[in-house]
């Protein structure tokens, strides 16, 4: 390790000295708080994304081209900005992004195998998750070059909307080839979401692309996710700037204190100390 | 906040739902429901006992109620589903009145459609299959179940097609699963390396205590900057060579098809009964529906009422060799009220005839089907179709539907009450 320097029972880190057993507790608590740090996001996230982006990211017939590359990315953005803001600020460690995303992926596939495959027998070909890494990956490599929280969510906002779908598209062309059911032209993925029943998500539930957006040639995603970058910009900012706030100390005047007959100049000061 | 509560409070209506359709709830769906919506008629199951990779056909009628609840909306996008434990089938085929229903439709109420719905067994066990219409708005409305046991093992599955372009997928459940794994692999090793390139180092209070002190430089190095600028290229090159890749692998591919079938319905029989109902009545302690209406008869021959059907229980007259000679043997017995439909007047009604006809049902099945909470209804309504069979043994369906009400005492203990 680069940033330390052995020195008998004292230790240099950044350029500051640490005794040995300090540098071994703290440590401990990074190994400590990464763990807990990891599950919590995974857990949070995985609940955010399932209340929200839900469907669109559960059912291989629903990953359309309009609704699903516009909203996926624009509700995935929330938690990287803002974890992305506490880690940056406090720590100068750009991995806010890529800590979400990742975590995200390990909540999803373990909801979709013990969930979905093994306890509700959808065949993983119905219910795989979209990949979301990419765009956290560039966010966080915005946020080291540019050291700014702004240009991030410029450059890796848009970027973070504009990755989503092509990004995507290795893993679902196969389940957009077209075949031949009952005299009607479908892909594979709409007969694979009609093959297995589900009993309270009906076809007509589908919130997905039914007209042709009569722009680029008819290819929605396009416009989409262009769309969608543009809100990832400002949701970005929004998110940043709740993920500070949420990492600040904060503390209310304590009215009851002056009611009970406190000095005020004293009251402040505690105020300030805390 | 509360649109996080209204969300999970979702999430638990829509696992309660998936409970009340798959898990052989049919009778928690409200009377009125049952009995003013989609009247199903004339279902067949192919088979009760079938292996892993075996296809069950189950067909029938269905009619779209005229008396539809004004609180439902009407059927405007109405899609043919099957009333079972999730996936445990896979649907091969389906049709409305030989229209293929892979999409939704919209359909007309007071008239009557065919379905027919080809399901190709998955996982074993014993499963309680109905046909089913999930209806915009309303939910499902489930038609009558019958119970299917499926054997062998759920593992030796297949589902296969050949698609436009000619590719030959063997298994549906498996198809471009690999890649997707693959793919997701990829991504996380990259996305764990990066973490582990950070995390690898003293994290938290040395690195909080270094940018306090305005020693920047030390946390983030010319080294960490160059694998910075180095992962973006890796990202977009995975990124847009994936992409150019796939679409060269695929290049014939179609967006989700989202659009909305046409069907036309059965035409109307033009020998119709008419059934105007005078007052009827739901005895409690009883057990006893009571229809007073009056019949005309508006066909060319005399007929005869053969079977009372409402939320998927045939009540037939047992009086009607016709009517009885159109249960199939294999129907589900709880479907079919032992006691039936009794009409005290057993003359046929002739041709242009109109005359004033009483409808009993008297039976258990009021109360284990759970109907008879339709008193506690705002929209107190009963409905049903009533089966006619004229004298060459045809068949003519009728409409019956009308205020209801509930009688609270018996008629023995009434007498007695004013006996003292
Ligand atoms: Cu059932």
Known sequence: ?274 | MSRVALSLLSLLAALLFTEVASAHGERNQEPFLRMRSAHFFDVTWSKTKLAVNEEIVVEGKFRLFKDWPVNLPKPNVVFLGNGTPGPVFARVESWINGQPAIQSMALKRDRDYTFKTVLKARIPGRHHVHPMLNVDGAGPLLGPGDWVEVSGRAADFKLPVTTLDGTHIENLEHWATGRVKAWHAIWLVIALAWLGYWIRRPLLIPRYVALREGNEKALVSHTDLAVGAGLIVVVVALVVGGFVYTEAEYPRTIPLQGGRAVVEATPKSDAPVTVIVDRATYDVPGRSMKIAATITNGGQHSIQFGEFATSNLRFINRAVPAAVAHVDPRYPKELLPRNGLKVADTTPLAPGETRKVELEMTDAAWETERLTSLINDPDNRVGGLLFCYDDRDERLVANVSGSIVPVFMDVASAQMRMTH
């Not at chain 1, 350029?15 to 190994?31: F, P």
């Not at chain 1, 100068?92 to 195998?113: D, F, K, N, Y």
């Not at chain 1, 450059?155 to 598209?169: D, K, S």
Request: glycine residues 8%; proline residues 4%.
């Open chain 1, 1 to 274: 390790m680069s940033a330390q320097l052995q020195e008998g029972s004292v230790t240099t880190i950044y350029g500051k000295r640490w005794s040995v057993e300090m540098a071994d507790l703290s440590r401990t608590l990074d190994r400590l708080a990464v763990a807990i740090i990891f599950i919590a996001i995974t857990a949070a996230f995985h609940l955010h994304y399932v209340l929200t982006v839900g469907d669109w990211d559960f059912w291989v017939d629903w990953k359309d081209r309009q609704y699903w590359v516009t909203l996926a990315p624009i509700i995935l953005i929330f938690f990287p900005a803002a974890v992305q803001n506490v880690l940056w600020s406090n720590f100068r460690l750009p991995i806010g992004g890529t800590l979400c995303v990742a975590a995200l992926t390990i909540g999803v596939w373990i909801s979709r195998t013990f969930g979905f495959e093994l306890w509700s027998y959808f065949p993983l070909s119905l219910v795989w998750p979209a990949t979301m890494i990419a765009g956290g990956l560039i966010l966080d490599a915005v946020l080291l070059l540019t050291g700014n929280w702004f240009f991030t969510a410029v450059i890796g906002g848009m970027a973070f909307g504009l990755v989503f779908y092509p990004v995507n598209w290795p893993i679902m062309a196969p389940y957009r080839l077209p075949m031949e059911i009952m005299n009607s032209l479908v892909s594979v993925g709409d007969y694979i979401g009609y093959a297995y029943t589900r009993t309270a998500t009906p076809e007509y539930l589908r919130f997905i692309e039914r007209g042709t957006l009569r722009t680029f040639g008819g290819h929605s995603a396009v416009v989409s996710a262009f769309f969608s970058g543009f809100v990832c910009i400002l949701t970005y900012m929004v998110w940043w700037w709740i993920g500070g706030a949420l990492s600040r100390v904060v503390t209310i005047p304590n009215r009851l204190k002056f009611a009970m007959g406190m000095p005020e100049e004293k009251v402040v000061r505690a105020e300030q100390q805390a």
